[in-house]
């Protein structure tokens, strides 16, 4: 069984989640955004298996180093954007600097690709490459939990209009992966609230069946 925590991190409010298995003192970190304290406060004493990240851009990696150096855990992301965690230009950082410092960090321990399966927490997570928002974004999916990043948020969908985004690859993301899940499927996106497949496939405006 998942437990699932969520964090509200930043001037962007990014979801970063903590999750835990059967055993509470182990668990795993999904885009740890700003100002993780409230994350590292929940990890504490906890031995962190891995960082995954859905994507590179500024808002869900600007936590990256505080969690590494506090929990020394491997960092798994897609090899599109294997480069974006050292570049504040890739990463988006410099656009910004009334929201956000230059941010910068070590390259990622481990790629994710298209139907990897991770076991982590003594349970499995599949990986499916979801692009569109950004050309390495992924989505995890733990049973009847799935990990949407900035693809798709609630009656919602991910941005396009960032370096490497492209409308025409999230809508096949969306259509062509993320709807052929189960309806019960329960998504937590990379911002606002939760949603489910079965909802977002009659409601979403923006990406209708």
Not at 80 to 101: F, I
Not at 127 to 154: A, E, R
Request: aromatic share 8%; glycine share 12%.
């Amino acid at each position: 069984m998942l437990n699932i925590r969520s964090y509200n991190l930043g001037s962007l409010q990014t979801n970063a989640y903590l999750l835990t298995g059967a055993d509470p003192g182990r668990g795993i970190i999904i885009d740890p955004g700003a100002n993780p304290a409230a994350l590292l406060r929940a990890a504490e004493g906890m031995e962190i298996e891995a960082v995954l990240l859905t994507h590179a851009h500024f808002d869900h990696i600007a936590g990256l180093d505080e969690i590494r150096k506090a929990k020394k855990c491997p960092v798994y992301l897609h090899p599109m954007e294997s480069e974006w965690l050292g570049s504040p230009k890739l990463n988006g950082s410099l656009m910004w600097p009334d929201v956000t410092p230059p941010i910068s960090t070590e390259p990622a321990e481990y790629d994710l690709a298209e139907g990897q399966v991770l076991t982590l927490l003594g349970l499995t997570f599949r990986v499916m490459h979801t692009p569109g928002h950004s050309p390495g974004s992924v989505s995890f999916l733990c049973g009847n939990d799935l990990f949407s990043g900035d693809v798709l948020f609630k009656l919602g969908v991910g941005r396009t209009d960032l370096p490497g985004g492209r409308e025409r690859d999230l809508i096949d993301s969306i259509r062509g992966k993320l709807y052929r899940l189960d309806e019960e499927v329960r998504v937590f996106p990379g911002h606002g609230p939760r949603t489910t497949i079965g909802f977002e496939r009659l409601r979403n405006p923006y990406v209708p069946m």
